[in-house]
């Protein structure tokens, strides 16, 4: 029986690779509630690795926001989580945990990188600059993870995500990401029994999404291939992986979509005063895809499930 933590189990992501370890008859779960184990200090994050024994660590916690957040408060972000990180990678270390994996994401690429996005592309331009000290917190994670493996031969690995979304998704009226946000925008619409709903922008713009069901199993996969494989298929200073669909839409065809799944039945407006943002944002996943993973669920079928559960959790989602 191995014992496994899962740092972030409340988030989305930690939720989602908690529910499937769950399913593993040889792991015994390890969680801790914020109010349990504050993970920016650094003594009780040392004082808990020292009493669990731990065999492996999913490092899924974070401090994440949108665009507004991340530009009113980007001490924060940067700070809580290069503490987060530096806390639960250094104290994995010196309490003798030989396997971890960082999940990142994929705003650690320049703010032009050539589409699609592949692996290579870390730190060859400029970051966007609404999100830079998130996306340097990311970045340092992803070398933390690099060094501690050079210099002391631990199997620290690192996977960088697409565009997320499914169950314990932010659905906030003006905090979420584009998924949730259209989810409940549509519904509220067709509860209103309104004829129309503004979308913002043009509809151009290109965007992948990954179920974040998805997002656990490749997070799985990846922990669980042999170190040998694993080493094969990156590099000692650019070994994380991303995960993805390696599948865009057009905002436009995304927002068709999560009308019909939610059955709204009115027009859809385009506001093309409201801005795009970069005409294209897609990742490389051949990597993963040569370590045998790929994707199960189609945009259609995920954006069914999201909205399943906010239908089922929507006195959680009020803002």
């Known amino acids: 029986m191995k014992k496994v933590y899962v740092a972030g189990h409340r988030g989305m992501v930690g939720s989602a690779i908690v529910k499937q370890l769950e399913l593993q008859n040889d792991v015994e779960l390890i969680v801790r509630t914020r ?7 650094q003594q009780a994050v040392r004082a808990f690795f020292e009493k669990e024994s731990i065999s492996e660590v999913y490092l899924a916690a974070a401090k994440v926001g949108g665009i507004h957040a991340n530009n009113v408060f980007p001490a924060d972000f940067i700070y809580e989580n290069l503490m987060i990180e530096c806390n639960i990678i250094h104290a994995a270390h010196v309490c003798g945990v030989q396997k971890l994996l960082f999940l990142g994401s994929s705003c650690i690429y320049p703010k032009l990188a050539a589409q699609p996005m592949s692996e290579s592309t870390l730190l060859t331009g400029t970051l966007e600059p609404t999100n830079e000290p998130y996306a340097l917190a990311k970045i340092a994670g992803i070398k933390l993870c690099e060094s501690y493996n050079r210099q002391h031969g631990r199997d620290y690995r690192s996977v960088m995500p697409t565009n997320l979304y499914g169950p314990h998704d932010n659905f906030h009226p003006e905090n979420s990401h584009v998924i949730p ?27 992948e999404f990954l179920h974040v069901d998805d997002m656990a199993a490749a997070s799985i996969h990846v922990m669980e291939l042999d170190k040998e494989t694993y080493d094969e298929n990156t590099e000692p ?83």
């Open 35 to 41: 109010e349990e184990l504050d993970l920016t200090n």
């Open 181 to 207: 946000a259209l989810l409940r925008r549509f519904h509220e619409a067709k509860v209103r029994g309104d004829s129309e709903v503004v979308a913002w922008g043009s509809g151009t713009p290109m965007r």
């Open 237 to 319: 200073m650019l070994s994380h992986i991303n995960v993805g669909t390696g599948v865009d839409c057009t905002i436009r065809e995304l927002t068709e979509t999560v009308a019909k799944v939610v059955g709204f039945e009115g027009k859809i407006i385009w506001d093309t005063s409201k801005p795009d943002g970069a005409p294209r944002k897609l990742m490389s996943v051949k990597r993963l895809a040569d370590l045998g993973w790929q994707y199960s669920f189609s945009l259609q079928e995920g954006l069914a499930d999201a909205y399943q559960w906010f239908l089922e959790n929507q006195d959680k989602c009020r803002g």
